[in-house]
């Protein structure tokens, strides 16, 4: 499974897509990137006349790249349609503002009974940590 | 190992998950993990991880699915450690 098929299998559309490009995956882990556009419809509400990506898109960001695709990937061979969010802890660093591009970088902590977790990071343009932690999710 | 000895041992590692209490306090052969102590099935999954580490066995994906009450999950771990 090539990096276009694992993006025509993701369930999002805008506005709720937030994988622009995968850079790498594997069996151990998937790396992908998304560019928050200011034309963004939030941005309008979050905040009142000062426009900062809300955290919870952050994870969502951090939980389409770090687990659908690498759950998309990791169960070719098993039939399996639906993933599931079922935890997350994770801890923000940096703001992200309109116009910035985020990389997602996820490593699998394990893969099994389906169900997947993952230590996953948000990084800048600079290279600079934006939130990192663990999400997990079934794959059914 | 006895049942009894098992499910001193599998107490503590079910309990962190548990969202029932009170089910817990009166743990039963019968007690259901999902529908008695309220745990979900990603949960469930962190618990056979761990029962596998503390008694040193592996699960497989047919076992795991019949790990819901307390009494299969015992048959389990003790069919696992005498196949050892």
Do not use: W
């Amino acid at each position: 499974m090539n990096k276009q098929d694992i993006l025509n299998k993701l369930p999002y559309s805008k506005p709720f897509l937030f994988v622009d490009e995968i850079i790498s995956i594997t069996e151990n882990g998937v790396k992908g990137t998304f560019i928050f556009n200011e034309n963004l419809d939030f941005y309008k509400g979050h905040f009142k006349n000062n426009p900062i990506t809300p955290g919870v898109l952050l994870i969502e960001t951090m939980a389409q790249i770090g687990l659908v695709c690498l759950g998309i990937y990791l169960s070719e061979s098993e039939k399996k349609e639906n993933i599931a969010f079922t935890s997350s802890e994770i801890e923000f660093l940096k703001p992200v503002f309109p116009n910035e591009k985020v990389t997602v970088i996820s490593e699998k902590l394990y893969y099994r009974f389906g169900k997947l977790k993952c230590k996953v990071k948000m990084i800048n343009e600079n290279k600079e940590a934006i939130c990192t932690g663990t999400l997990a999710g079934m794959i059914t | 190992m006895t049942k009894e000895a098992i499910i001193e041992k599998l107490k503590p590692i079910v309990q962190p998950f548990v969202k029932n209490e009170e089910a817990f306090k009166n743990l039963t052969d019968t007690t259901d993990f999902i529908t008695d102590l309220n745990i979900n099935s990603a949960n469930l999954v962190d618990i056979v991880l761990d029962i596998e580490e503390a008694f040193h066995i592996e699960i497989d994906n047919e076992s795991m699915e019949k790990m819901l009450n307390v009494e299969n999950t015992v048959a389990i771990i003790q069919k696992k450690l005498a196949a050892q």
